[in-house]
């Protein structure tokens, strides 16, 4: 059984471009949220989908955005990218009834140069 | 009032010792306490949690203990081995709210042969 599945698993942007993250959830989970890890830092909550729509957001700016298809994968963008959106992006699935059953990605790193 | 505190940042043991990696919370409404095990170049698994109708929990070789009016948490790992060598994150939710976690700030956890 596959758990949480993410491309690409690093990447490199300069400051300005758009990037794309994907992410397939654990078989069975029904939401995706998604974390920024800084180095050295603890997972910042970014934003979960549940049902293809946007059902919590942290503080994060509106060029962070996403989208949840009906298979459950779901993708983040980041548009206008800074050199301080350089960081480990976390994907994690669930049910959404519970956190008990949170299975994280091994992350998408990104570097803005 | 969503912040997650931490410490120690780093922790070296010897082999066979405890390791003992404590959190605050601040906000009240946190119903689920998980600690997360991560190593270089993966993302958080999931390795131990508790609510907070009790006061200790135990697998294995690791136990959280809380306390409920202090606002703390900790854990101890008995028997430490040198596998156990990796970051380990606190986290905290509210589960009526769904599955956003709050992390702590990380403890980079080292046991000595």
């Known amino acids: 059984d596959a758990g949480v599945t993410q491309s690409p698993t690093h990447l490199i942007k300069t400051r300005g471009q758009q990037v794309t993250l994907r992410c397939s959830p654990k078989?069975?989970?029904?939401?995706v949220s998604w974390y920024q890890q800084a180095l050295g830092q603890g997972p910042q909550f970014i934003f979960q989908?549940?049902?293809?729509?946007?059902?919590q957001r942290g503080n994060f700016p509106d060029r962070f955005s996403g989208h949840q298809f009906p298979n459950y994968s779901s993708e983040l963008n980041v548009n206008a990218l800074l050199l301080g959106d350089s960081a480990l992006y976390l994907c994690?699935?669930?049910?959404?009834?519970?956190?008990?059953?949170?299975?994280f990605g091994s992350g998408t790193r990104l570097t803005v140069v | 009032q969503q912040q997650v505190k931490q410490s120690p940042q780093s922790l070296i043991v010897q082999k066979g010792g405890i390791s003992i990696i404590n959190c605050a919370y601040e906000?009240?409404?946190?119903?689920?306490f998980p600690w997360y095990q991560q190593f270089p170049g993966k993302g958080p698994a999931l390795l131990i949690a508790?609510?907070?109708?009790?006061s200790e929990k135990k697998e294995g070789r690791f136990t959280i203990s809380f306390n409920k009016s202090a606002k703390q948490f900790s854990l101890h790992i008995m028997d430490s081995q040198p596998g156990d060598s990796a970051t380990y994150f606190c986290?905290?939710?509210?589960?009526?709210?769904?599955?956003?976690?709050?992390f702590g700030e990380g403890t980079q956890l080292t046991v000595n042969p």
């Open positions: 994690a699935s669930s049910l959404i009834q519970g956190t008990y059953g949170y299975t």
């Open positions: 906000n009240t409404a946190f119903d689920y």
């Open positions: 986290a905290a939710s509210r589960e009526t709210s769904g599955s956003r976690l709050t």
């Open positions: 078989s069975g989970h029904d939401t």
């Open positions: 508790i609510r907070p109708d009790v």
């Open positions: 989908y549940y049902e293809e729509e946007e059902r």
